[in-house]
């Protein structure tokens, strides 16, 4: 048996197997050649010290039955029965009770949901993964799909008007980006290292409100009778039908809002609409955090679109401020320790280039030495 198998099996007895581990899992224990040298592994393993007469089975079926039931709420149950297979082979055969006595099978298990996959967080508070190159549908909390995923697109369904609110949030981690399409047929372009939170339905007459953290460009559908609200940290973004790009990331200094077409408001929170600020096609309305008040200024709005092509555009833009850009990009963590470089500015553009020649270029412009180790860069 390989290094890795034991790992996938010993992260599966102490929950903290991933999605990704278990269907490998599931795949690997097809094989009755691999079955015996998993039960083998539990046997030698888990078993060797363990006293049979304080086994009791009949406890430990009890508890197995209970952590199968936790299971159902996490994983599918196609899966979830291949996987009880052998949870409850270790109990008939190997003595598990000693492992229930020890809390290892007790409660909900951990599910490890990882860093680099794109989730939907459904309104139940269950997490589906997003397989980027294959399809699945979105079902509510009765069972009725009301969306289909296919490749990096999600699209809802103009079903039946609710009556209340139920909400779906979709995460997308630094180094990919996704595209939605909500219920009213607005559509939302996602950049890396963001989330919205979004109603499954809008309730008709009353407000489309939508809530961001990171970046978004959204093609809203024109509705007079419902305004469509972006709430992105501390600012609000209320239109009825146009374009435009919102980037509200926690770490940056401002919140950007770049209007391409038609007309937004911009207002704080706990202010309305009619106290914000209009501005119109070609510029960029700013809610700087440390001063709390509300900047415009003209722009080229392709500077702050690109990114949905996979471009990156800097322009006047510190070494400091395009290093967060790149981590979010390329999934990546850039530690700098040169603080001259940090503070200066650049102009460049790239064009889905790897970050060794991007590096490279910012290289000849300003002499700097870098490492690159696994996921992170060193700037010195």
Excluded: C
């Excluded at 024109?222 to 509200?248: C, I, R, Y």
């Excluded at 679109?305 to 555009?313: A, V």
């Excluded at 500015?345 to 590096?359: P, R």
């Amino acid at each position: 048996m390989s290094l890795k198998s034991q790992k996938i099996i010993t992260r599966f007895l102490t929950k903290q197997i991933t999605w990704d581990e278990q269907e490998e899992l599931i795949i690997w224990l097809e094989n009755p050649k691999n079955e015996k040298e998993f039960k083998n592994f539990i046997k030698l393993n888990y078993t060797i010290d363990f006293n049979m007469k304080t086994f009791d089975i009949a406890r430990s079926k009890i508890k197995l039955h209970k952590f199968i039931r936790s299971e159902r709420r996490t994983r599918p149950l196609r899966q979830l029965r291949k996987l009880s297979k052998y949870a409850a082979l270790i109990v008939l055969l190997f003595g598990i009770g000693y492992l229930y006595n020890n809390d290892i099978f007790s409660g909900t298990p951990e599910l490890l949901i990882p860093s680099d996959r794109i989730t939907l967080q459904l309104e139940n508070g269950s997490t589906k993964l997003i397989q980027e190159n294959g399809s699945s549908a979105v079902q509510d909390a009765h069972g009725n799909v009301i969306g289909t995923q296919s490749g990096t697109k999600l699209v809802y369904a103009n079903a039946q008007t609710k009556n209340r609110l139920a909400f779906n949030t979709l995460t997308v981690p630094y180094g990919k980006r996704f595209e939605l399409q909500l219920s009213d047929g607005t559509s939302v372009h996602l950049n890396a290292g963001s989330s919205l939170k979004y109603p499954v339905k809008f309730i008709k007459g009353a407000n489309r409100q939508v809530f961001l953290k990171g970046e978004a460009f959204f093609d809203v559908t024109s509705n007079k009778q419902a305004p469509f609200v972006v709430s992105a940290d501390d600012l609000n973004v209320e239109v009825f039908g146009t374009a435009f790009n919102v980037s509200a990331y926690s770490n940056d200094s401002s919140t950007d809002v770049v209007l391409v077409e038609g007309s937004v408001a911009l207002y704080k929170n706990k202010e309305s609409s009619k106290e914000g600020i209009t501005i119109v096609p070609g510029t960029k309305g700013s809610l700087v955090k440390s001063q709390n008040n509300i900047t415009i200024e003209k722009v080229d709005t392709k500077l702050y679109t690109q990114w949905m092509k996979g471009n990156l555009i800097f322009r006047n833009n510190s070494f400091e401020t395009i290093s967060k850009k790149l981590e979010r990009h390329y999934n990546i963590k850039i530690i700098n320790t040169n603080e001259e470089l940090n503070k200066e500015l650049f102009n460049a553009s790239f064009n889905e280039d790897s970050i060794e020649v991007i590096l490279s270029s910012f290289k000849n412009s300003y002499h700097f030495e870098y490492k690159i180790t696994e996921n992170t860069i060193y700037i010195f």
